[in-house]
């Protein structure tokens, strides 16, 4: 078994045996990087990571690749998995250290010599060493890999500055530290100004006190009166915070031999979100626009979501990217995870994709949510200036979807989120990008043209919610009422948004969520 230790260095032991590592510090982050995120990665994702195109980035990465399989893999296990599209380490049998502190902190009733132990650990820097300036999407990934460093050393001083077996002398320094990494939790001021007013040191709370009230005005945080009963605690629990970071990815395959790539997470009943396009499983967990949507729905269920054929994780290089191709795709995921019955959840073209899969198998929705939904292609009974004007566009895509200038996805992401900010919409323009290749990202508009399942609404005999943006500039909201009007007793409920694509962080995404979760509950 290998054991990999991350903290203070990056270093690999075989029972007591130190593992030689590459001299090249950009083989040793890959190596890093394919052991922390424990899941596949596109080779063109890894190689705009660690290499610039000058460098032949695709030789580069094969010749790093076969440095590390003489270090990863031995006579019995070939942990380094890697095919035409994908390279992944599989670390079942490895253990790391960061990740054994995560389940260690998700345990309760851990004495303060193991907290202790632990918070020592925490102490040292993760990946020293291994810093990639000039690879600006590898260092974002380091900074947000050393922030839970340091999530998880303030979860260690919390639970030692509470701990029924630590004297309140000697906690008053886990009070201190616990503030320290979290500045702005009003929680952690309050307990440390309690610490230091029940030992007596009346003045240094007094100067406290002030200081705090400054620093959360100025954040525009409110500074409640201090309270002397018990404070609820304001951050989810170490082991949900493990459970909403980290989901599991896997692959299944089609009848027609394509591998589609599938995300789960959390526990309780099942919920699955059809595919639509532009989704990345890797990326967009992580996303500032739909993560938090995610992580919210996965709090109470097994959230399981996709990357449709010819995007995101699944693989690209495809014969058929069709609407019966898309259903394919969700039958097999469905009929791999083994699920007899579930609420499907469809947004944009995947709303189609539900409804094709709710008339076949009604048996095994419980309920069909809709949003953004369309019933039917932009061919289908269109002017011939709208389809030549958009076959412009799908030719304009494969010249235009590639390149760094974001000018002409910006076409697609002003009309899919134009309430985004600035920063929201730089980031969706990469994503594009990273989700597909130019000829897909144009087939996938053709199909979605011909997309028509008017004639199935009214077959749908499943309880049925339909959500739509009432300022929605991608599919007017008048095209979601009509859907709600064909399918027999459908429930509509129209958000104040107006977006096609929820982002995270608007009032409406959480009122999407509270919609869902009481129509599901409902019945």
């Not at 440095?67 to 890697?82: F, G, P, Q, Y």
């Not at 009432?470 to 399918?487: C, L, N």
Request: aromatic share 8%; charged share 25%.
């Amino acid at each position: 078994m290998l054991r990999i230790q991350t903290l203070g260095g990056l270093s690999i032991k075989v029972g007591d045996r130190d593992l030689p590592l590459p001299p090249s510090k950009k083989t040793r982050a890959l190596l890093a990087y394919l052991l922390l995120t424990t899941r596949p990665h596109r080779r063109d994702r890894l190689c705009e990571l660690f290499w610039e195109i000058p460098d032949d980035p695709r030789g580069a990465l094969r010749w790093s690749l076969s440095k590390l399989r003489a270090i990863v893999n031995d006579s019995t296990r070939t942990r380094l998995l890697a095919d035409r599209e994908r390279v992944e380490l599989a670390t079942d049998d490895v253990t790391i250290d960061i990740k054994t502190i995560e389940i260690q902190l998700g345990l309760a009733g851990l004495t303060t010599n193991e907290l202790c132990e632990l918070a020592a650990q925490l102490d040292e820097i993760l990946l020293d060493g291994i810093d990639l300036p000039s690879h600006g999407a590898f260092q974002d990934w380091l900074t947000s890999e050393r922030k839970n460093i340091s999530r998880l050393r303030s979860d260690v001083a919390k639970r030692l500055s509470q701990h029924p077996d630590m004297a309140p002398e000697e906690s008053l320094s886990w009070n201190k530290l616990w503030l320290e990494t979290e500045p702005y939790s009003t929680e952690a001021g309050k307990q440390l100004l309690l610490r230091l007013r029940q030992l007596g040191h009346e003045l240094e709370a007094i100067n406290l006190s002030k200081e705090l009230e400054s620093r959360f005005n100025k954040a525009g945080i409110t500074w409640p009166a201090l309270s002397t009963t018990d404070i609820q605690d304001e951050q989810p629990t170490q082991a949900a915070r493990q459970l909403l970071a980290r989901q599991k990815i896997q692959f299944c395959e089609t009848s027609d031999k394509v591998r589609i790539a599938y995300a789960t997470v959390g526990e309780g009943a099942p919920l699955v979100k059809a595919a639509n396009w532009l989704s990345h499983l890797e990326l967009d967990w992580e996303a500032p626009i739909w993560s938090p949507l995610f992580r919210e729905l996965a709090r109470d269920h097994f959230f399981v979501r996709y990357d449709e054929r010819g995007n995101g994780l699944s693989d690209w290089d495809v014969a058929d990217i069709s609407f019966d191709a898309f259903v394919k795709d969700l039958e097999t995921l469905v009929d791999a995870l083994e699920l007899e019955k579930f609420p499907l959840l469809g947004i944009s073209q995947g709303a189609a994709v539900s409804i094709e899969y709710a008339v076949r198998h009604p048996e095994r929705v419980s309920h069909l949510v809709l949003f953004g939904a369309y019933a039917k292609g932009w061919r289908i009974d269109a002017t011939p200036e709208t389809i030549k004007e958009r076959e412009a566009v799908m030719t304009l895509t494969e010249t235009g979807w590639g390149q760094d200038n974001p000018a002409y996805r910006q076409i697609f992401s002003s009309t899919f989120m134009p309430n985004a900010s600035s920063d929201e919409l730089n980031w969706f323009n990469e994503f594009q990008r990273q989700t597909t290749s130019p000829k897909n990202a144009a087939r996938f508009q053709s199909a979605f043209g011909d997309i028509d399942v008017r004639h199935q609404l009214a077959k749908v005999n499943v309880p049925t919610l339909v959500i739509h943006s009432v300022g929605d500039k991608r599919i007017p909201v008048e095209v979601g009422r009509e859907i709600a009007a064909s399918i027999p007793n459908a429930e509509f409920y129209c958000l104040d948004s107006e977006n096609h694509l929820l982002i995270g962080q608007e009032a409406a995404s959480q009122k999407f969520v509270d919609v869902v979760r009481e129509f599901i509950d409902q019945r």
